[in-house]
């Protein structure tokens, strides 16, 4: 049975371990080293603390991925703009778990004061993430080449907007 659900503290090692599995093995994300479970403690207390949801997909009662929003830059002025971030565990990829939880994250942050969400995709050379992102709305907005150096390689970033409002 898939359930998506809010965030409990207890599903946070299962969290930190879906994401260090892409730290450690794929430029998904421009981290080189996993967070600690205290890191994910902080940044899960300052998502709720703002009101924003952080989701997990729960299959037959294993977290089989997350996503949260979060403020897309620190400074007064992009108080209004989102980014999200979702990461499946392995093994759960291609079972339509992305959707379930971006449709569920879109919902739940068109009540808040957001005016847009923006993604950030790494361009890996898969086209998951942004086919799952066109898929609910998102557009294409631009593209940073070589932002990032990792495994040996630069790689660029790929930024969507979806309008909230």
Known sequence: MTNVRALAESDLPAVAAVYGHYVTGSVATFDETPPALDQW?????????????????????????????????????????????????????GRGLGGLLLGELIAQVRRTPAHRLVAVIADSGDPASARLHKAFGFEEAGRLSAVGFKHGRWIDTVLFQLALD
């Open 41 to 93: 403690r902080a940044k899960a207390d300052g998502i709720a603390g703002a009101g924003l949801p952080f989701l997990v997909a729960e299959v037959d009662g294993q977290v089989a991925g997350y996503a949260y929003a979060s403020q897309y830059r620190p400074k007064p002025a992009y108080r209004h703009t989102l980014e999200d971030s979702i990461y499946l565990a392995p093994g759960f990829t």
